[in-house]
């Protein structure tokens, strides 16, 4: 009774008050800064998958954060040029970019490596590469020169090796082609023949249906069938030895990501890698069910490319990636770095992976 009139007295009922006037903080605590980021990508709310990742990222953050955090999201076009993304978050403009990490690869030949090389390494081993070899740090290095902080956050997985007019039996078919194909891997056609052209991926289906190309390579089943390629190109081929495993970049200006308190950086890392191993999950989910739809429905006829056909294939890039990492020390660097990590680790993939899914029906 006689400690109750004390507090009473004291103005003190709760417990709460009793322990922060122990401890002589303040009984009001301010509520923290609200920070408002803007973000602009690369990709549109209509590419599914990229788009829907990113966005669930920014949901995250926000709910991660309390709300302290809050990224309103600009899709491709909306705020600047979809390629202009990365400049954008370089200079400040905006805070938070993404894309694919060879979409800025006419900054440095060396962003390929963090996006995806020919005949390289698949979505798992590239991601083992990123968080358990060097090739976030390397990643991190890069970006560091444009005043960014990157993340990775996803794959889609292997590609398709794109659309065809006609067969390719040999590598002879390539010569004269005309073909959506671009990065490293076009250079690598441009050596059997191929004339690589630069379409947007909105004009790929009227360009192969009025011939200003003979074959294009887009993405995948689940983007492919919405562009309806199958309409205007009878032959699907696999794999897609040019894409085998192409990562899908975020960035966060270096000012703002830091001047932000440790709790929201971590929160953004985390967010990033959760997003990472959900569009990767998505691409796997869906891709199988688009192809059924254009195996069945659309009768569309998937080749695989001839044995000889790869092995040159491969023969070639492994000359045109080596030419291309020459061009720059930091990418040689990087491809130095990344060469080993995937003579590292093949041997497990090769007696595990590529074993077991060789006596899948
Ligand atoms: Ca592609």
């Given amino acids: 009774m006689e400690r109750r009139t004390f507090l009473k007295k004291a103005g003190i009922t709760t417990a709460a008050s009793v322990a922060a006037l122990s ?14 980021w803007q973000a602009t990508s690369f990709w ?17 953050v926000k709910q991660m954060s309390d709300g302290q955090l809050t990224i309103k999201l ?9 390629p202009g993304a990365f400049d954008a978050v370089s200079k400040g403009t905006v805070q938070m970019g993404s894309g694919s990490p060879y979409f800025w690869a006419g900054k440095s030949t060396a962003f390929n490596w963090f996006g995806s090389v020919p005949f390289g390494m698949n979505a798992q081993s590239v991601n083992a590469w990123f968080y358990e070899g060097n090739g976030l740090t390397l990643m991190s290095e890069l970006y560091d020169q444009f005043d960014l902080i990157p993340r990775i956050v ?7 090796g794109g659309w065809y007019r006609k067969k390719i039996n040999s590598l002879e078919d390539f010569k004269g082609l005309k073909m959506r194909i671009g990065s490293i891997a076009g250079k690598v056609l441009s050596k059997v023949g191929v004339t690589t ?9 009227p360009s192969l249906e009025r011939g200003v190309v003979d074959a294009a390579e887009f993405v995948g089943p689940v983007h492919d069938i919405l562009l309806g390629l199958y309409k205007v190109a009878k032959y699907y ?10 990562v899908l970049d975020i960035f966060f200006n270096k000012k703002a990501y830091n001047d932000l308190p440790p709790h929201l950086q971590k929160i953004l890392d985390v967010a990033a890698a959760d997003i990472n191993i959900r569009t990767l999950a998505a691409f796997d989910a869906q891709s199988g069910v688009d192809l059924n739809t254009l195996l069945k429905e659309h009768k569309v006829n998937v080749q695989v ?14 000359d045109v990636v080596e030419e291309e990492a020459a061009k720059d020390p930091f990418a040689l660097k990087v491809h130095q770095d990344y060469k080993a990590f995937q003579a ?16 899948m029906a």
């Fill in 197 to 205: 052209v630069f379409v947007p991926p909105a004009e790929i289906f």
């Fill in 23 to 36: 401890v002589g903080a303040p009984a009001v605590i301010a509520s923290p800064k609200k920070i408002r």
């Fill in 44 to 60: 549109n709310p209509k590419v599914k998958i990229m788009y829907d990742g990113i966005k669930m990222f920014c949901e995250n």
């Fill in 74 to 82: 600009y899709g491709g076009g909306e705020l600047v040029p979809p």
């Fill in 344 to 359: 590292k680790i093949a041997v497990w993939g090769k007696m595990s992976e590529k074993v077991y899914w060789n006596t």
């Fill in 305 to 318: 490319y001839p044995d000889d056909v790869m092995k040159k294939l491969k023969e070639i890039s492994k």
């Fill in 154 to 160: 996803g794959n889609s997985g292997v590609q398709m």
């Fill in 237 to 246: 081929y696999t794999p897609g030895w040019h894409e085998p495993g192409p």
